[in-house]
């Protein structure tokens, strides 16, 4: 089945590799991707719109390139790879008891996020916006709060310590 240029709503995909292939201009309303593999999906003007995606293998998706009209969407305890989410609107996006790995956050506005026991090891947030999004129990996360919003923003400890870790000091 080609998923270029096509138009998916209420529709759950279970268990299918979609590894390598194109969603180019195609729209994804009210579906649910579930135990998928998504590795290197291209996804240029796609439209994914109250999406949720569970348990799925996401690697190298540039998410950036989607559709940003009414961009919405949501990961429950995915793995994600290598993944760009730079220069969107994710307000209220959940990253819940997923692994966020080597992904970027670049000018992203995601308020009322959602990371709550999420890994984001070497992911990177910068001119990010950050405000009122709930860190708690994630780890390996490093955010310079010079370089991002961060009003409201929900940590817990000790991981909170390495917001610290862009002033050179030695805590003992």
């Known amino acids: 089945m080609e998923f270029e240029n096509k138009e998916f709503e209420s529709k759950t995909f ?12 195609t ?22 719109q109250f999406v949720t995606f569970k348990e799925c293998k996401i690697v190298g998706v540039h998410f950036s390139k989607c ?12 793995n994600i790879q290598l993944s760009d989410f730079s220069n969107l609107q994710l307000k209220n996006i959940s990253f819940e008891n997923s692994k966020v790995y080597e992904c970027d956050f670049f000018t992203t506005n ?18 990010a916006n950050l405000s009122f999004v709930s860190f708690r129990n ?11 919003i961060l009003k409201k923003t929900k940590f817990s400890e000790p991981e909170v310590i390495s917001l610290l870790d ?3 000091i030695i805590i003992e």
């Open 138 to 148: 994630a780890k390996n996360y490093s955010i310079n709060p010079n370089k991002n």
């Open 110 to 127: 995601l308020s009322g996020a959602n990371f709550e026991n999420a890994d984001l090891k070497e992911s990177k947030f910068e001119d």
């Open 14 to 25: 279970k268990s299918i590799d979609f590894t390598n292939k194109s969603f180019k201009n």
């Open 166 to 168: 862009v002033f050179d």
């Open 67 to 78: 559709n940003p009209f009414l961009i919405n969407f949501s990961f429950e305890k995915c």
């Open 27 to 48: 729209t994804f309303t009210e579906c649910i991707f579930e135990n998928c593999n998504l590795s290197n999906v291209k996804i240029k003007n796609t439209r994914i």
